[in-house]
């Protein structure tokens, strides 16, 4: 472990240069955050604004945070998940000076404990994905909301559930921007990101052919639809299970087998949970499953799949390759738990793909630069969640649909009249 105090503590300081290379990779992948970072350095909108960021620390976060800072903002930061972090890149980050405390395979009490490192600069804006950070800051620091903090912002959808939640019972002390919500984040991100990233988890840790089999998608949300079209692009036969009746139509119309997870549990080859909700897999699941199945989640916290039933209803477990724990029950079946049933697609893969953290970090990166103009102006958002401005989302849309090489057509006067004339008819 390399540390510097107050300053960094990452795992290996010698696999900077690495970092440093995964990072350019993503540069050149990133070509709307690389447009904002040109615009933006010369006028710094963030100079004078210390940001604390809990975010996956992964090559493409890496292009964000330099990105804050070339627009002004200092910068401390740690990773969101225990399992996440890219060592290479957190090394890269501490080289280049930024303030960084994640390595991969933290214990929950440091992950806690690098959170704390990030706030010790008393930051004026956060950067949350699963609202950990805002929530430590609530609990143990609850002054620091009311002195310091103008805002924040959150990128995934259950940190936006947790901070609504925080906002309904009047708990929430400053205004936060739900980046998830954004139709240039969710209906991008969670769908092809968590689509193509989570099978790519699942394929690293366990190189299995998808072909034939029953792949079981718990959740036919953003991720669990984006999940499922890939698993069938796959050759899978994809069965989902759902709450929702809406999203469980949804699922049959597109060709998917909707059943209860009790039945699921009997004929799934491979599980992956993407509901964001405790206990998708629990005891009676896990004894009625074949010998065999592969279980995972992508969902944002190890709470989808019960590991505690497991344990009781298995004679031992073994790691049996990386990020792949063999249990064997008592009656004899192995069931393969991948990444212990943390984010498979960030514990086992890399994340998302550059190309689509692109558009969620442009997101980021301009509800940041909102929060502190508004601040500047003297003006402050009410202490809730807030969606960004509709312009944001169309502007982040166009500049991506141009660094693709394409164009769109524009209303015409006479289309604009004609859409908003309710006299016009048969
Ligand atoms: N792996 C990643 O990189 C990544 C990326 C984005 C989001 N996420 C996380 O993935 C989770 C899902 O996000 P989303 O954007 O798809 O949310 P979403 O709200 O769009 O979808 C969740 C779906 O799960 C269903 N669901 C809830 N309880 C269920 C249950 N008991 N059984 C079956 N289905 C159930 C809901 O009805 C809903 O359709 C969240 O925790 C989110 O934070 C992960």
């Not at 344990?311 to 991948?338: F, M, P, S, W």
Request: charged share 25%; hydrophobic share 40%; aromatic share 6%.
């Amino acid at each position: 472990m390399d540390s510097k105090p107050g300053k960094y503590k990452v795992a290996d300081m010698k696999l900077a240069e690495e970092g440093r290379r995964r990072i350019e990779w993503s540069e050149s992948r990133m070509p709307v955050m690389m447009s904002l970072r040109e615009e933006y350095k010369k006028s710094k909108p963030l100079k004078g604004y210390r940001i604390a960021g809990c975010l996956h620390v992964t090559k493409e976060t890496a292009v964000l945070i330099e990105t804050l800072v070339a627009a002004g903002a200092e910068v401390s930061w740690s990773g969101c998940n225990p399992l996440s972090t890219n060592d290479s890149v957190a090394a890269a980050l501490a080289a280049n000076g930024i303030s960084i405390f994640a390595w991969h395979g933290m214990n929950v009490k440091e992950f806690y404990w690098c959170i704390e490192e990030t706030l010790k600069f008393n930051p004026n804006l956060t950067l949350d994905d699963g609202a950990d950070l805002i929530f430590t800051i609530h609990k143990s620091h609850p002054e620091m909301a009311n002195k310091f903090v103008i805002g924040g912002t959150e990128e995934t959808t259950t940190g936006v559930h947790r901070l609504r939640a925080m906002a309904a019972d009047g708990a929430l002390n400053y205004p936060v921007i739900a980046v998830n919500d954004a139709e240039t984040k969710w209906d991008f991100d969670n769908v092809f990101g968590t689509g193509q990233s989570t099978l790519d988890g699942v394929l690293r840790a366990t190189s299995v052919l998808f072909a034939g089999k029953n792949v079981v998608v718990a959740g036919y949300g953003h991720c669990g639809r984006g999940v499922a079209s890939r698993a069938k692009g796959l050759g899978a036969n994809v069965i989902v299970t759902e709450v929702k009746a809406t999203a469980a139509l949804k699922a049959t119309l597109e060709g998917m087998r909707v059943m209860k997870m009790s039945d699921a549990a009997k004929v799934g080859d491979i599980f992956i949970t993407a509901t964001g909700v405790k206990d998708i897999i629990t005891e009676p699941h896990f004894k009625s499953m074949k010998d065999g199945a592969i279980i995972c989640n992508t969902g944002h916290y190890d709470c989808e799949i019960n590991l505690e039933d497991l344990e009781k209803v298995a004679k031992g477990h073994r790691q049996i390759r990386e990020n792949n724990e063999e249990y064997t029950l008592k009656n004899g079946n192995r069931l393969y738990v991948l990444a212990q049933g943390r984010l498979v697609n960030l514990a086992a893969a890399e994340g998302h793909p550059s190309e689509v953290m692109d558009m969620s970090f442009a997101n980021q990166f301009m509800s940041q630069v909102r929060l502190a103009e508004l601040h500047r102006k003297g003006k402050r958002l009410e202490n809730t969640v807030h969606d960004i401005p509709v312009e944001q989302d169309q502007d982040i849309a166009m500049l991506k649909l141009r660094t693709m090489g394409f164009t769109i057509d524009k209303l015409t006067p006479e289309q604009r009249k004609y859409m908003s004339d309710y006299s016009a008819g048969t």
